[in-house]
């Protein structure tokens, strides 16, 4: 199994960027489907963004589509989540998971997650 720590969190303004990475450790890392998730205070846990094992394949949530970009380093052991042009909607808990299932994306091991606060 695949244990995650993320990092990178923190409070901007509108408009600003974010690089949140998720170190994993473990060595089925580099044949793992990974993806990012989010939970907003008072909200449901959701998906945001999610990458194939080899990285040549990605795709995100209407919501930040064009905005965050994911990718992995499987020499590192590291995903990353960009995040440009942030929003007040944005904020939320930001938590890595190793994918179950890529399509639908089903975490079943996650990080403690990094928190993302975004001011108007």
């Known amino acids: 199994q695949v244990q995650l720590v993320e990092s990178g969190g923190g409070l901007v303004q509108a408009g600003a960027s974010l690089r949140l990475s998720c170190a994993a450790s473990g060595r089925t890392f580099s044949t793992t489907n990974m993806g990012w998730f989010r939970q907003a205070p008072g909200k449901e846990r959701e998906f945001v963004a999610a990458i194939n094992w080899t990285g040549g394949n990605t795709f995100y949530a209407d919501s930040v589509k064009g905005r965050f970009t994911i990718s992995r380093d499987n020499v590192k052991n590291t995903v990353y989540l960009q995040m440009n042009s942030l929003k007040p909607e944005d904020t939320a808990v930001y938590y890595c998971?190793?994918?179950?299932?890529?399509?639908?994306?089903?975490?079943?091991?996650w990080g403690q997650g990094t928190q993302v606060t975004v001011s108007s």
């Open positions: 998971a190793a994918l179950n299932t890529y399509r639908p994306p089903i975490g079943n091991s």
